[in-house]
């Protein structure tokens, strides 16, 4: 790809912690004329090492509808019509949920009475402003609370810009926050690292690049680890790897202080110099998708996954989420690990948009099904006139006429504003527009050597993760009534979105895993501001605790003020990341040094939530 004016970099990752925001920030600290973009909004973490100067911030405001009670007489005709949940009606009330809302314009348009006015919402904080010698930086914040980050990013991306490169540090993950972020980009380098996780991370998130269409090539992390798959699979692809980067503790700790690389040593800088020459200058694969990957058949779903609508928590069964506000921090390290010692429980690997779990637990499926949840508009153009009504109405400019109106699968919204402003509309046989349900994604029952686990994946550009999440917890809930066990273990997904708020709403303990870096100090502060948003009893466990000693001093003296107690600390073993590599959990790696440290752990954790000998059970 050559260099033109408007080039931009999308920096992304299926798996989170695979050092997508390293390579982010050295490539845009060495590029002379760059600008760089943290379209991480639940986790924004480029500040740290570019320590840019913020010179403005402004809110992220979406309209919302308000009801007039003066003129609402509680018809529920917009409540019907919503497709998002986001209005329901109580005994002749009007409730309004703004947390769901897509601004659609539906409830305004079908609400007979006119008892509908727009108001704003607030979804986070845009920062603007400099780093290194004057280049342009943003950044955004997620509101704790909120779960609509592809509007956030929306918002960042289409900041005017001048002629720079820009480089995109994207969130982790295939969801609609990763597409979001990687739309529009020249080039995608997707980050991973030679371990199972990578692999199959990695797998989909090339596949949401042939989706739409964006040139791609790969870096790979730690290269010194695992086995030649990822190699092999770059090889098989034909997508050009224009980055090795080694797995050495001297990396691990310049990270966890906040410094770049390139500033530390020549070597580095030469090593991101040739990154960033393979990505401006190299050629990338294209492979362009004819159909979108979110495509299911019509498998009916198991009665399993089937029976947990409307659920209500069952008493005496202990949910137990294992969560981190950074990816990468070991927490489906530990959760494995935990999984293994633990008898009496259901795994549930809630981390949907980036399911690992089962690669440790070594599962065979049993049943699966399609999840259904989103819409998508489809017009019929022998029965579209072409008048364009239906385009100018859209919210989400998701229709062109070309001459008759065209659906661009990637924006729309499936909220049926088109269909109920046809002027077709009152002829059911005749409306070209049809409102059609997606399936976003599938659920899975499996068994392991340690007990049953859920697990699902989330289609990318999916975004009903929080549902599908509420599913998967409801089916392990319903399991373990039926089979008599004690404890639900959650692998919750990083960040503070959607997902990680369906995964942690009335656990009885989340396990917060973090790791002595500035990053992940960062990242704990958020994740205990959402835990304690819900009322949540939270411990923290340090991976990594030897790094740095005195990062570990404010990560205890934070969990004193957050009067958070530390349940342990595991030091850092390179063993961890070869038990890894062989898909194998820390714990049932002979070579561990750190197994006695992780069993402790859990022991205390277990021991304290059911009794000291439930948790040797």
């Known amino acids: 790809m050559q260099h033109s004016s408007k080039t931009s970099i999308a920096v992304a990752s299926g798996k989170g912690g695979t050092g997508k925001t390293m390579v982010a920030t050295n490539i845009a600290a060495l590029l002379t004329e760059s600008r760089l973009i943290d379209c991480d909004v639940e986790e924004p973490n480029a500040h740290i090492f570019l320590e840019p100067q913020i010179q403005s911030q402004s809110k992220v405001f979406i309209e919302v509808p308000e009801v007039d009670a003066a003129v609402c007489d509680g018809c529920g005709e917009c409540a019907k019509a919503c497709r998002f949940q986001a209005l329901a009606c109580a005994a002749g009330r009007l409730i309004v949920f703004p947390e769901l809302c897509h601004s659609c314009d539906v409830c305004y348009t079908v609400c ?21 010698d004057g280049s342009p930086f943003a950044d955004a914040l997620l509101k704790i609370g909120q779960v609509r980050s592809a509007e956030v990013i929306d918002r960042l991306v289409g ?35 030679p371990t199972p996780f990578g692999l199959h991370d990695l797998r989909a998130a090339v596949e949401t690049l042939e989706w739409l269409g964006i040139p791609h090539c790969v870096v790979i ?31 691990a700790r ?48 198991h009665d399993l996954f089937g029976r947990c609508k409307d659920r209500t928590l069952a008493k005496g069964i202990k949910n137990v989420a294992v969560i981190s506000g950074k990816g990468g921090t070991g927490k489906t390290t530990l959760t494995a690990s935990f999984a293994v010692l633990l008898k009496d429980k259901v795994s549930a690997d809630c981390d949907v948009d980036a399911a690992n779990l089962h690669l440790l637990l070594h599962h065979e499926l049993l049943s699966s099904g399609y999840f259904r949840s989103s819409y998508i508009a489809e017009i019929d153009p022998d029965k579209c006139s072409g008048c364009g009504v239906c385009a100018r109405a859209c919210r989400f400019d998701a229709i062109t006429m070309a001459p008759k109106a065209v659906v661009d699968p990637l924006k729309c919204e499936g909220c049926g504003l088109c269909k109920i402003v046809c002027p077709l509309a009152e002829f059911e046989d005749e409306n070209p527009v049809t409102i059609r349900q997606n399936v976003d994604g599938e659920l899975f029952h499996s068994t392991t050597p340690h007990g049953d686990l859920l697990h699902a994946t989330l289609y990318p550009g999916g975004e009903a993760s929080g549902k599908l999440v509420t599913l998967l917890r409801g089916t392990a809930e319903n399991l373990a009534i039926d089979k008599g066990l004690g404890t639900i273990l959650i692998d919750a997904p990083p960040g503070i979105g959607c997902p990680v708020n369906a995964s942690i709403t009335q656990v009885d303990v989340a396990l917060i895993v973090t790791e002595p870096s500035m990053s992940a100090v960062h990242d704990l502060k958020r994740v205990l501001k959402l835990t304690q948003f819900f009322g949540i009893d939270s411990r ?15 990560i205890e003296e934070l969990c004193a003020r957050e009067n958070v107690r530390i349940i342990g600390s595991i030091p850092f073993d390179r063993n961890i990341v070869d038990a890894l590599a062989q898909g194998l959990p820390p714990v049932l790696y002979d070579r561990c040094k750190t197994r006695d440290t992780i069993v402790k752990v859990f022991e205390t954790v277990f021991g304290e939530l059911k009794g000291a000998e439930y948790a040797k059970r």
């Not at 007979?112 to 400099?130: M, S």
């Not at 010194?224 to 692809?237: A, H, N, P, Q």
């Open 112 to 132: 007979p009475k006119d008892a509908l006015k727009p108001a704003l919402h607030e979804l986070g904080e845009i920062r603007t402003g400099t780093f290194g």
């Open 254 to 301: 310049i990270m966890s202080v906040g410094k770049l690389l390139v500033d530390e040593d020549e070597t580095y800088r030469r090593m991101f110099g040739d990154i960033s020459q393979g990505i401006l200058s190299g050629e990338m694969r294209t492979v362009k998708r004819d159909t979108p990957i979110r495509s299911g058949g019509e498998t009916t779903v």
């Open 221 to 251: 992390n730690r290269c010194d680890l695992g086995s030649g798959d990822t190699e092999e699979f770059c090889r098989e692809k034909g997508i050009p790897v224009v980055g090795r980067i080694p797995f050495t503790r001297e990396i």
């Open 540 to 554: 923290v466990i340090v991976n990594r605790a030897d790094l740095n000693a005195e990062i570990v001093t404010n």
């Open 159 to 193: 900041l005017p810009a001048d002629d720079r490169i820009t480089v995109r540090d994207c969130p982790p993950g295939t969801s609609c926050a990763m597409v979001a972020a990687v739309r529009g980009s020249s080039v995608g380098v997707l980050v991973t690292e």
